[in-house]
T-cell receptor, first 114, second 112 residues
Framework: DAEITQSPRHKITETGRQVTLACHQTWNHNNMFWYRQDLGHGLRLIHYSYGVHDTNKGEVSDGYSVSRSNTEDLPLTLESAASSQTSVYFC?????????????FGEGSRLTVL | RKEVEQDPGPFNVPEGATVAFNCTYSNSASQSFFWYRQDCRKEPKLLMSVYSSGNEDGRFTAQLNRASQYISLLIRDSKLSDSATYLCVVKNRPGTASKLTFGTGTRLQVTL
């Protein structure tokens, strides 16, 4: 079955460290997204990509970067982790031709920055 | 004012009860509407789209009121397995899912 996987599922790091969260999907979807979810804020879009070599900033992109070198992967990098980036991160994908609201989410990565 | 607002709950209801959630949105030009379900510490999953004429999927009914800018989700004959957080989602512009705005969710707890 096609799926979308994230790793690591849990990570604790220190302020100032670089962190990369991996996202891999086997749906062959062109669209991929990174969200963060915090209490009281709902899901907020960090970065998204419509295809290979395409990346775009979302509403909370400061301090994050992504790259899309193939269809399957969209890694999210925190260049210098800050305590404000402690959150649960969800990767998601959708079909390019799909104009519905259906996103397929990974299981989430819980990041704690000390 | 938030783009999408929901009562966070929790709504505590007994099994078999009928429960309804509302969600208001601020952008009158919003195009499409959805309900997602999120179990505790799990990823969100699409529950149903919301159509202008209202739509039903088993025990779940979704309705849209464009004049008052709210959508609703009605759950009949609640089951223990319905316990989850229900996210209201609005798409403001045509295009892909990058235009989705998520509400903070309404938590439902169904009890024996």
């Amino acid at each position: 079955d096609a799926e979308i996987t994230q790793s690591p599922r849990h990570k604790i790091t220190e302020t100032g460290r670089q962190v990369t969260l991996a996202c891999h999907q086997t749906w062959n979807h062109n669209n991929m997204f990174w969200y963060r979810q915090d209490l009281g804020h709902g899901l907020r879009l960090i970065h998204y990509s419509y295809g290979v070599h395409d990346t775009n900033k979302g509403e909370v992109s400061d301090g994050y970067s992504v790259s899309r070198s193939n269809t399957e992967d969209l890694p999210l990098t925190l260049e210098s982790a800050a305590s404000s980036q402690t959150s649960v991160y969800f990767c998601a994908s959708s079909d390019l031709r799909d104009n519905t609201g259906e996103l397929f989410f990974g299981e989430g990565s819980r990041l704690t920055v000390l | 004012r938030k783009e999408v607002e929901q009562d966070p709950g929790p709504f505590n209801v007994p099994e078999g009860a009928t429960v309804a959630f509302n969600c208001t949105y601020s952008n009158s030009a919003s195009q499409s509407f959805f309900w997602y379900r999120q179990d505790c510490r799990k990823e969100p999953k699409l529950l149903m789209s919301v159509y202008s004429s209202g739509n039903e999927d088993g025990r779940f009914t979704a309705q849209l009121n464009r004049a008052s800018q709210y959508i609703s989700l009605l759950i009949r004959d609640s089951k223990l397995s319905d316990s989850a957080t229900y996210l209201c989602v609005v798409k403001n512009r045509p295009g892909t899912a990058s235009k989705l705005t998520f509400g903070t969710g309404t938590r439902l707890q169904v009890t024996l």
